[in-house]
């Protein structure tokens, strides 16, 4: 079944309002998981993946994951050398 635009649109919605606690999720495993079809999908793809290695899942998110991607020791994974937050950023 092919997504219709307002699939896309209620999923874009569903992700812009979703909260934990009161404060917007940034999970990057939920995000992806309601993100549009987009050319952030790539991004987002990356950032969740690198979160899932280093431990997060949709109910928890590791604390200091984003300190742990930036030193990751795994030089031949596929995703090393574009893996986000390498420049000291933590958005």
Known sequence: MKETREDVLRRAEKARNSR?????NHNPLIALKNAPVNKKLTTL?????????MGCTEE???????????????????????????????K
């Open 45 to 53: 793809s990356i950032k969740a993946m690198c979160a899932h290695c």
């Open 20 to 24: 934990v606690g009161g404060k917007r």
């Open 60 to 90: 928890h998110i590791a604390d200091g994951w984003k300190e742990e991607v930036r030193n990751c020791t795994a030089p031949k994974c596929p995703l090393y050398n574009v893996r986000p937050y390498q420049n000291g950023e933590a």
